[in-house]
């Protein structure tokens, strides 16, 4: 069983910045695609960012390219997300999600096993 955590979340002013973390437990496949999604209230569950853990490889959605960072700590079995120049547009609840032995290839259609319990992030104009 993996258990995923997160934390980091908050509110902040537009132009400001967050940082998520994603603590992993339980095993977890070096070959793992791990991602950041997101959920605003009254809107559809939207894909931030991912990252393919066997080879650092990292995609984006389209609305966060250039501001958000994703990455990963194998040694503390973490992945983040760094978000600069938040606007009120990225306020929602923020998930962490695994999908074991997958590439990443076809993130926005993969069904991910394992999900967290969320964090939110407000941001205020």
């Known amino acids: 069983q993996v258990h995923l955590v997160e934390s980091g979340g908050g509110s902040v002013q537009a132009g400001g910045s967050l940082r998520l973390s994603c603590a992993a437990s339980?095993?977890?496949?070096?070959?793992?695609?791990m991602g950041w999604f997101r959920q605003a209230p009254g809107k559809k569950r939207e894909g931030v960012a991912v990252?393919?853990?066997?080879?650092?490889?990292?995609t984006y959605g389209d609305s966060v390219k250039g501001r958000f960072t994703i990455s990963q700590d194998n040694a503390k079995n973490t992945v983040y997300l760094q978000m600069n120049s938040l606007q009120p547009q990225d306020t929602a609840m923020y998930y962490c999600a695994a999908q074991p032995l997958n590439t990443c290839n076809d993130w926005l259609n993969t069904n991910f096993r394992y999900w967290g319990q969320g964090t939110q992030v407000t941001v205020s104009s």
């Open positions: 339980g095993y977890i496949p070096a070959s793992t695609c």
């Open positions: 990252i393919y853990t066997w080879e650092d490889s990292t």
